[in-house]
């Protein structure tokens, strides 16, 4: 049992560049959520999903788009990088008939350069 | 709107000293409260969650928070800190809509 998987653990991007940070967790849980934490601002949240096939903008969905065709796998897709994107994002799934349990990946530290 | 606040952005405890940690949040009922540390590099950890019941909630580490509702609170506290408690802590809350809100966290220094 991993629990939640994100991958790579860092990514160095130019401006403009795409890339896919991927997320997996294998708790067959149905929410699973992207945030991105920057320095002072605590954690925001991105995207998340509720189920597969669902999808929905969080606090700051610009820039970035996702994708749920499995349960297990959330995808965070950056199409244009942009400096305002470096940040650490984290990966999370909760199955709240378990008693919200959240359970969060180690992280993602991107830098746009 | 729906928020979550803590007010110290960094607190310094000398090691063996007694610790609190405030979180306020703004919300019409009661949320559920979760209090998470951060190590430096590293992911997220549970210490504790508040659903209902019992107003004092004992987690992991030593640590426990007590709600309170007539303050809008859920105050993390320790008796007695050790140098590894050293880290970022974020008071979250999910407020019905079963995503999490954080607050700006709180970096804990601990001195000799």
């Known amino acids: 049992n991993a629990g939640v998987t994100q991958t790579p653990k860092f990514r160095i991007l130019k401006i403009g560049q795409s890339m896919t940070l991927q997320c997996t967790q294998d708790?067959?849980?149905?929410?699973m959520y992207w945030y991105r934490q920057d320095p002072g601002m605590g954690l925001k949240l991105i995207y998340y999903?509720?189920?597969?096939?669902?999808?929905d903008k969080g606090e700051v969905p610009n820039g970035y788009n996702v994708s749920r065709s499995t349960t297990e796998d959330f995808p965070l897709r950056l199409e244009l990088a942009a400096p305002s994107q470096t940040s650490v994002y984290f990966c999370?799934?909760?199955?709240?008939?378990?008693?919200?349990?959240?359970?969060f990946g180690s992280g993602t530290r991107l830098t746009v350069v | 709107a729906q928020s979550v606040t803590q007010p110290d952005i960094h607190i310094t405890v000398s090691e063996g000293a007694s610790l609190e940690l405030r979180c306020n949040y703004s919300?019409?009922?009661?949320?559920?409260l979760f209090w998470y540390v951060q190590s430096p590099g590293q992911g997220l950890q549970l210490l504790l969650k508040y659903f209902s019941g019992d107003t004092l909630v004992q987690g992991i580490k030593g640590f426990e928070a007590e709600f309170k509702r007539s303050q809008s609170s859920f105050n993390l506290r320790k008796p007695s800190v050790h140098w590894s408690d050293a880290a970022e802590y974020f008071c979250a809350s999910d407020f019905g809509n079963e995503k999490l809100t954080f607050g700006t966290g709180t970096r804990l220094t601990i001195i000799p």
């Open positions: 708790m067959n849980h149905n929410y």
């Open positions: 999370a799934s909760i199955d709240q008939r378990m008693g919200y349990g959240y359970t």
């Open positions: 999903s509720v189920g597969a096939g669902i999808t």
């Open positions: 919300y019409g009922a009661t949320p559920y």
